[in-house]
């Protein structure tokens, strides 16, 4: 019976141990950045003021909500690569590329650092995407894409509210 159970906790899905495990570190980093960018963004929807308050607060909700979506899709795709997703703040501290905002932000810094983390976010897909796809890992390249077209719209239509 032991080895029963032993052979069914085997991940044998075609891709090495060693493969899997550099493909969830890149996904880490990539929860990091998404958990981060969505702090971030739903700070600047509890905090933002002035003239274009009601488009952006609703704005930011948009935005918030698909972020906290994509951290469970991230998280559980880590987990099917059989290894534990971060979910404390250091990790994700120490994984994110994005930077944390402190203080009061007017509304065009807010759009602005939103921008920047949308764009983050692309950054680290693409670079988790080279090693999925070298593994044949379509799943894992699959959920990058759909990552990377989202953030490079939202970071296009965040950075069209700054236009004079």
Request: proline fraction near 2%; charged fraction near 25%; aromatic fraction near 8%.
């Amino acid at each position: 019976m032991a080895d029963k159970k032993k052979a069914v906790s085997k991940i044998d899905i075609g891709i090495s141990d060693k493969t899997r495990k550099a493909i969830a570190s890149e996904l880490s980093r990539l929860l990091a950045d998404t958990y981060t960018l969505y702090l971030k963004t739903h700070n600047f929807h509890w905090n933002v003021t002035g003239p274009m308050f009601q488009t952006l607060h609703l704005m930011f909700m948009d935005l918030y909500n698909e972020q906290w979506m994509a951290v469970d899709l991230i998280a559980e795709r880590i987990r099917a690569l059989g290894f534990p997703a971060p979910g404390s703040y250091r990790e994700f501290t120490a994984l994110s590329s994005i930077q944390e905002s402190h203080g009061a932000t007017a509304a065009k810094d807010m759009i602005r650092q939103l921008v920047e983390g949308q764009e983050a976010v692309v950054r680290t897909a693409r670079s988790a995407f080279s090693v999925a796809e070298q593994a044949n890992d379509q799943p894992t390249c699959d959920l990058l894409t759909q990552r990377m077209q989202i953030h490079e719209k939202n970071a296009w239509m965040l950075r069209s509210l700054l236009e004079e």
